[in-house]
């Protein structure tokens, strides 16, 4: 009887695993779409890159409303939120590669940031637990990896003259894989078990450390293949050469588990992060400005999955609420750190508006030493 309840807990957790796989996919192929898309619907509406970067805000707009939405949406199992918000993003996903029209690519956005922002509310509920920062970490390396695809595609399709927005089918397949898996169920919710309140210091900590981490992201995931377009290069490249922002933050997640844990981790990244910022800035070619992405996306990359995994390890606090406020967390990030990177583009220039990280960066050495 033991050895059956041990093989079910095996299959139980493979099962759980696999399906939070398909999502984290999915939402890295299409995450790290959001760059190569924008200027690429830009250049094909020939509008200013500033006015439609509300098309790739959809998922930060996702994650705000699933903060207040969360616990609520949760009560219906972690598991089952994850597969609908699969069905969600291959819908959005199909929707705006069909065409770059801002009221048909617009609709397609907002599925895709929604479903997005479910697949980030459910996936700290599903992994929590003892080690969910290396869990967390495993998983968001998959969509690491999965997003480096992502540009390589809208590249090779805008090189042959093929609009590179229908590179977003790439993550259609993987998505619906999720949608069909049969529904998983999370560990426990101890917290809510207890009844005990939320500690409002610590999750408001963990909030804020969340909305830097998560806004540096975004400045470089969202803008790096624009800043590499003003060196001078085609949008075909700029795309094929942003994929450095996903190898660097694949490398770093995958091995990050190694090092999530250790004391110095924190600051051995925002260090690397402000080495690759200033090179970015420096940059005056395309080599420069791609190395100087790829250093920062590895200081990136463990950043996220160590602050979330400090979210969701506070004690008392539920794994709905940990998911909600770090959903709220990410979506407020999404929400402002881009839109003012693209603001000071039009102000200052780009190449200036990329040093936006750095003040971040030190506000976040500030308070990864607070407990």
Do not use: N
């Not at 506000?363 to 030493?369: A, T």
């Amino acid at each position: 009887m033991a050895v059956d309840t041990e093989v079910q807990r095996t299959a139980a957790s493979r099962d759980l695993s696999r399906v939070v796989a398909f999502a984290q996919i999915g939402l890295g192929l299409l995450v790290s779409s959001y760059g190569p898309y924008l200027a690429g619907i830009a250049a094909e509406l020939d509008r200013p890159r500033g006015e439609l970067v509300w098309l790739t805000m959809t998922f930060g707009a996702g994650l705000v409303l699933a903060a207040a939405a969360g616990p609520a949406v949760l009560r219906a199992g972690a598991g089952l939120v994850m597969r609908l918000a699969c069905a969600v993003i291959a819908v959005g996903a199909v929707v705006m590669a069909a065409s770059p029209q801002l009221p048909v690519a617009g609709t397609g956005s907002v599925l895709v940031g929604f479903g997005c922002a479910a697949v980030a509310l459910a996936t700290p509920s599903l992994l929590r637990g003892p080690g969910a920062a290396k869990r967390i970490t495993i998983m968001v390396g998959l969509a690491s990896a999965a997003g480096v695809c992502a540009p390589l595609a809208f590249g090779a399709l805008e090189s042959v003259g093929v609009p590179g927005r229908w590179a977003l089918l790439s993550a259609v397949p993987v998505l619906l894989a999720g949608a069909v898996h049969r529904t998983v169920q999370g560990p426990p919710d101890e917290a809510v078990a207890t009844g005990g309140g939320v500690p409002v210091g610590p999750a408001a900590l963990a909030w804020s450390r969340i909305v830097l981490c998560v806004g540096i992201e975004f400045c470089f995931s969202i803008w790096s293949v624009a800043r590499l377009v003003d060196t001078g290069v085609a949008l075909g490249t700029a795309s094929a050469l942003g994929a450095s922002f996903g190898i660097g933050m694949a490398a770093g997640r995958l091995v990050g588990p190694r090092f999530v844990d250790r004391p110095w981790a924190v600051h051995a990244a925002l260090a690397t992060i402000a080495v690759g910022t200033v090179v970015v800035y420096l940059g005056q070619d395309p080599v420069t400005v791609t190395a100087g992405v790829a250093v920062a996306s590895l200081g990136i990359a463990p950043l996220y999955p160590i602050m979330l995994g400090r979210l969701v390890g506070i004690p008392g606090l539920s794994g709905r609420h940990s998911a909600s406020i770090g959903s709220l967390a990410s979506g407020t990030a999404i929400l402002s750190a881009p839109a003012v990177l693209g603001w000071l583009d039009g102000r200052i220039g780009l190449r200036e508006a990329f040093l936006l990280p750095i003040p971040l960066l030190v506000i976040l050495l500030v308070l990864s030493r607070r407990r």
